[in-house]
């Protein structure tokens, strides 16, 4: 499927191709996972066409995009070659090769968001060293260089400790907590010898078997952050188009099972005060970042009323999954138009509420398999839900396989739908 090559016609296609789509700027994603696909299912609707650069010759995108170019988003070479062909070059992950990045925006390359934008992301420290500049309440947060300062940190911020790693993280992985001073030692060795992004070939062949840091000299790889007493996690998708002008989807509810996200409730069922105050800084959270698209924005909700942000992600998120069928706009559609530069779409609500349910491998191949299709068999049979299946080519344990979205009446009702589908589930989920 990689090599359909019948779209493979290097940099004459721009100059050649009659235009009947929405827009006539070739969108090049650099990431073919399930963000990218989502993204090709959401170009198709508007004839634009989508490219995407991902090293797995059957990655999620690979069949839905107009052309898929096997090779490394982390490789400058093939990142080069790749913008080439491409009217705007943007992301559905943010460990790109950002270096590249501003190096073809120099050269002219259209890319959003910016790598301005992508260099502050994909470092988590240097991330929340931008916003609590720019006046966001976050939790405190301190680089550590050894054990020592892991203890004076510790000292300062009590305990549990968040640990984290400064790079290339995500479902959590990198992220490790020390609850006395007894387990600090073992939660730093956890987050430097976690394969992170190990979810990802790019990742595998890159780093495979080589360990972010080692106990004693982490080469300023870690970071800690004081514990954020939350009482629920809160999410915004944000979307700023080529105008600048930004538009806020409601908020939504973000429950996370052992660091992954696990369900997605829309809109979120906290008083209105506390929604306005996470638009406000998920608002201002963006508007201190460079270039249009859609962002993420998670946010804590903690004990005695604040909000806090956690991170932000530059691009479509898991968050945004259920705005497919519960909102007038996608947020794919909505990143899409945001990076060609057409008008941004209504990201309001047009039903009352809905329910993401993240399909998670629960076991390695054939099993997995059976076990997903039994959910996905109720799924099909349960009033206002829809299946979205990602055709990833290998199952594995607590990797993201799809997703199903539950719409209707309340988010009460909705939530004993998706008990009841998950309860006749024999592979025993909650
Ligand atoms: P993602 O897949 O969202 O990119 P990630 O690997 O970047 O995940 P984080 O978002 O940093 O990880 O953290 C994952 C989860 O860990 C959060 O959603 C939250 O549940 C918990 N968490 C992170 N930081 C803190 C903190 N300071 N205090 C308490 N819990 C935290
Ligand atoms: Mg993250
Ligand atoms: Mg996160």
Known sequence: RASRDSHDSSTTRKDHTPVHGLSEMIVGVLGGGQLGRMLCQAASQMAIKVMVLDPLENCPASALSYHHMVGSFDDSATVEEFAKRCGVLTVEIEHVDVATLHKLEQQGVDCQPKASTIRIIQDKFLQKVHFSQHGIPLPEFMQIDDLEGAKRAACQFGYPLMIKSKRLAYDGRGNAVAKSEEELSSA???TLTCHVMEDSVWFDQKYNGHLVGTLGGFDRGLYVEKWAPFVKELAVIVARGRDNSILCYPVVETIHKENICHIVKSPAVVPLEIKKVANDVAYRAVSSLEGAGVFAVELFLTNDGQILLNEVAPRVHNSGHHTIEAC?????????????????????MKCPAAIMYNLLGEDEGEPGFR????LIERALGTPGASVHWYDKPEMRKQRKMGHITLVGPSIGTLEARLNSMLKENSCGCP
């Open 371 to 374: 076990l997903a299709h039994q």
């Open 328 to 348: 007038y706009t996608s947020q794919f559609e909505q990143h899409l138009r945001a990076v060609v530069g057409l008008p941004l779409g209504d990201p309001s």
């Open 188 to 190: 730093i060795n956890v």
